[in-house]
């Protein structure tokens, strides 16, 4: 339960996991909690000095770093178990290709979207849920999309069916966490301005914002789910798309 004089935001000495954490939410999201008091576990599918990279040396060197495919089972036990209890688990990994899903070879592109954005998070909570529900405290958060609503503004078929079942996913896995005190939710973010996106003919006069979300944006609802001040919230895809879609 949340104190309440409590900041919702303050994460100090929070231990919270990040994949795609070289990406444009995942790192926006590692900044964000390292400013509100968090300790790091920062994962992406690249090198480890790539992520340290893009993260720049201050916030690099306090983190704890992994390379490794979230769609790999095997990857992600090993990881998790090198790494130890985790507060919360933020999962901001995924690919969206831009192809042809009637083209012959768009089958393996299917695959690698299955891989990434289906068994990522699946293998993310199931390595990292029991130890949550054995300490009766725990949040996890994952990126879903408006694509999982209405089908997507520019992305593909295989992308939107991810994201939709993605959306369902939270909400099965809430009830799994809920009695325990693991909180999952979900983010649906519309257009952002990322590695994603960029170069992918999003046009930003056509949104009612005249502009894209800045990562940033998306990672403050990340940090609010895993502050005090998302203690009640359970099982909610966050819309944080600009008015591009309602339901
Ligand atoms: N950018 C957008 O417009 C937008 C809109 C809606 C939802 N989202 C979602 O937000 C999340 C973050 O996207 P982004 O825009 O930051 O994209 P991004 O491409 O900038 O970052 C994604 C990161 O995930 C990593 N990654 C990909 N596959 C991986 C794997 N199998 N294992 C480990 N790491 C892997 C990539 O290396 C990359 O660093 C994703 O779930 C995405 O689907 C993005």
């Not at 919702?8 to 390292?34: K, Q, V």
Request: charged letters at 20%; aromatic letters at 6%; glycine letters at 14%.
């Amino acid at each position: 339960m949340t104190a309440p004089d409590a900041s919702p935001f303050d994460l100090t000495g929070r231990r919270i996991l990040i994949s795609g954490a070289a990406g444009g939410i995942g790192s926006a999201t590692a900044r964000l909690c390292a400013r509100q008091g968090a300790r790091l576990v920062l994962v992406d599918v690249v090198a480890e000095e790539e992520t340290a990279r893009r993260l720049g040396p201050a916030l690099a060197g306090a983190a704890e770093i992994h390379s490794l495919d979230t769609g790999c089972r095997q990857a992600v036990t090993r990881m998790a178990e090198a790494v130890g209890p985790v507060y919360g688990l933020i999962d901001a990994a995924a690919i969206a290709p831009f192809d042809d899903w009637m083209a012959e070879e768009w089958d393996e592109a299917l695959d690698r979207v299955i891989r990434a954005n289906v068994k990522g998070p699946i293998n993310l909570t199931r390595a990292f849920l029991p130890g949550m529900i054995a300490r009766a405290e725990g949040r996890i958060v994952l990126c879903g999309s408006v694509a999982g609503w209405m089908g997507g503004i520019r992305s593909g078929p295989h992308y939107a069916f991810s994201k939709g079942g993605l959306h369902a996913f939270v909400r099965w896995l809430s009830r799994q966490g809920a009695p325990h005190n693991v909180l999952v939710n979900g983010i649906a973010p519309g257009p952002v301005e990322t590695g994603m996106t960029a170069g992918k003919g999003y046009d930003p006069q056509l949104y009612p914002l005249k502009r894209m979300a800045k990562p940033e944006e998306i990672a403050a609802t990340a940090v609010f789910l895993c502050g005090a001040g998302g203690g009640y919230a359970s099982g909610a895809i966050f819309d944080i798309n600009g008015g591009t879609h309602f339901h």
